[in-house]
Nanobody, 120 residues
Framework: QVQLVESGGGLVQAGGSLRLSCVADGRTWRFYNMGWFRQRPGKEREFVAVITGSGISTDYADSGKGRFIISRDAAKNTVYLQMNGLKPENTAVYYC?????????????WGQGTQVTVSS
């Protein structure tokens, strides 16, 4: 079972940027499609972005298109989420997980997540 540790969250003003990191512990993680998800206060956890195991293909929820970039570094066992132009509605706990590219569903166990807070 791949273990995942998210980091990089924090408090940022609207319009600012953050880069989230997700380090995977496991030799087979590089073959998995990986996604970022978020849970806003009082809401269900929802899809944010996904990247294929090869890193060639990506997909985004409408809320992040044009502002967020998902990427991965196989040598560092890490998946990133670059978030630009942040808005208060992006405030959430962000999680990474194995993901199905088509259904956008998470497939593994959840880590602790990283809190992103965007002030207006």
């Amino acid at each position: 079972q791949v273990q995942l540790v998210e980091s990089g969250g924090g408090l940022v003003q609207a319009g600012g940027s953050l880069r989230l990191s997700c380090v995977a512990d496991g030799r087979t993680w590089r073959f998995y499609n990986m996604g970022w998800f978020r849970q806003r206060p009082g809401k269900e956890r929802e899809f944010v972005a996904v990247i294929t195991g090869s890193g060639i293909s990506t997909d985004y929820a409408d809320s992040g298109k044009g502002r967020f970039i998902i990427s991965r570094d196989a040598a560092k066992n890490t998946v990133y989420l670059q978030m630009n132009g942040l808005k208060p509605e992006n405030t959430a706990v962000y999680y990474c997980n194995k993901a199905d590219f088509v259904s956008r569903r998470a497939l593994g166990l959840w880590g602790q997540g990283t809190q992103v807070t965007v002030s207006s």
